[in-house]
Nanobody, 130 residues
C-alpha cells in the first residue's frame, strides 16, 4: 500500500509563501504522487496542480496559475507545491495524490481529475489570513 504524507502547511498572511511537500513510501514504483488537490468544508475537493509522471508537463487550476508551482523529486519520492502570493481564498486542506494505471499514456500527461487517483495523503492545512 502506497502511503503519502504531506507537510509544510500552516498559518500565513496574505502575500506570503509556503512550500508543501509530499513524501511517498511503500511500493512506489509507478505510483509516485503527481498532483495536489484542496478542500474546504464548503466546497468539494478541487484540483490545484498536477505534473506528468514522465517528463515535466504541468497543469494548474486557473485560480492558482502564475502563483503556484508544482515540482517533483522522484529520487527522493517527493512532490512539492511552491505557493506564492497566497490569498485568503487559498485557505484549505491540501492533499497530494498518486495514481496507478496500466495505460502508459496516463504517465505522459498531468492528470487533473480526482477520480483518476488511487492513493491520497491525509492532508495539510493551509490557513491564509488577510
Amino acid at each position: 500500500q502506497v502511503q503519502l504524507v504531506e507537510s509544510g502547511g500552516g498559518l500565513a498572511q496574505a502575500g506570503a509563501s509556503l512550500r508543501l511537500s509530499c513524501i511517498a513510501s511503500g511500493p512506489t514504483a509507478n505510483n509516485y504522487p503527481t498532483a495536489w488537490f484542496r478542500q474546504t468544508p464548503e466546497k468539494e475537493r478541487e484540483f490545484v496542480a498536477a505534473v506528468s509522471w514522465v517528463g515535466d508537463s504541468t497543469s494548474y487550476a486557473d485560480s492558482v496559475k502564475g502563483r503556484f508551482t508544482i515540482s517533483k523529486d522522484y529520487d527522493n519520492n517527493t512532490l512539492f507545491l511552491e505557493m506564492n502570493s497566497l490569498k485568503p481564498d487559498d485557505t484549505a486542506v491540501y492533499y497530494c495524490a498518486a495514481f496507478s494505471s496500466g495505460n502508459y499514456d496516463d504517465y505522459r500527461v498531468p492528470l487533473v481529475v480526482a477520480s483518476r487517483y488511487k492513493y491520497w495523503g491525509r492532508g495539510t492545512l493551509v490557513n491564509v489570513s488577510s
